[in-house]
């Protein structure tokens, strides 16, 4: 539920002898959701090293370029949150900095939420058995 103040990455890879074999990517789904959370201002997304904000648009555009760009074979195992993807021919490319990060608002929401639950996990007094007066 809590992510870093800094930005998180959404990538994850595989490389030998300095060449990306496989990578594992933001799936339909993750994008979506980030979606969701950016159109609430709750989250801010970057597809670059630019250190500027893209939107989650920008994101699904990018995973298909470099999908299309580095074709490969899906090797996904039910895991709804990323793709993994084994490149047909191992490539010379940096791995994709494709990552996400909670605004202010992002974190206040989620403070909210860990309170509200947090105060629910805490035991409470019992009270007098009325009947046993």
Do not use: C
Not at 61 to 72: L, R
Not at 88 to 94: D, G
């Amino acid at each position: 539920m809590r992510g870093s103040r800094d930005y998180n990455a959404m990538v994850a890879f595989n490389k030998e002898a300095g060449l990306l074999t496989e990578v594992w990517l933001p799936s339909d789904q993750t994008i979506g959701i980030l979606e969701e959370l950016e159109a609430k201002k709750l989250v801010t997304v970057q597809v670059g090293l630019n250190g500027k904000n893209d939107n989650a648009a920008t994101l699904r555009q990018a995973v298909a370029e470099f999908k299309k760009k580095y074709p490969g074979r899906d090797a996904s195992t039910g895991n709804e949150d990323q793709v993994h993807l084994v490149l047909l021919k191992p490539a010379n490319v940096a791995e994709p900095p494709y990552s996400w990060r909670m605004t202010e608002l992002g974190r206040n929401a989620v403070n909210i939420i860990l309170k509200a639950v947090s105060s629910q996990l805490v035991p409470r007094p019992r009270e007098p058995d009325r009947a046993a007066k």
